[in-house]
């Protein structure tokens, strides 16, 4: 069974500092985009980054941008996002995906997403 699961989230105050974490099994891990979308209340659901072994740079939101870093680990299967200053208009859940590509999640196309994780919720208090 393919699955994504996120851990890391939590409640932080403006300004601070979470690494959300995602553990991908079930499935090759270098044949996918992982990335994540977020939704706040209210919100539509947004692509935030991506990382991908295909592509020569990370793709960010560029509302996360210099913020937030997106990184990986093959050999523990495993996505992270390092998020730095955050805002309150950063709080959401926050969802790890595998997709075939990073454009999916640059243009936020849900459809073409292959895996969700259950979200981990965000918030961040001013």
């Known amino acids: 069974e393919e699955r994504l699961v996120e851990s890391g989230g939590g409640l932080v105050q403006a300004g601070g500092s979470l690494r959300l974490s995602c553990a991908a099994s079930?499935?090759?891990?270098?044949?996918?985009?992982i990335g994540w979308f977020r939704q706040g209340t209210g919100k539509e659901r947004e692509g935030v980054s991506c990382i991908s072994a295909s592509d020569t740079s990370p793709y960010y939101a560029d509302s996360v941008k210099g913020r937030f870093t997106i990184s990986s680990d093959n050999a523990k299967n495993t996505v992270y996002l390092q998020m730095n200053s955050l805002r309150p208009e950063d709080t959401a859940v926050y969802f790890c995906t595998a997709s075939k590509g990073c454009t999916i999640v640059a243009e936020t196309e849900l459809g073409y997403v292959e895996v969700w994780g259950q979200g981990a919720l965000v918030t961040v208090s001013s």
């Open positions: 079930g499935f090759t891990f270098d044949d996918y985009a």
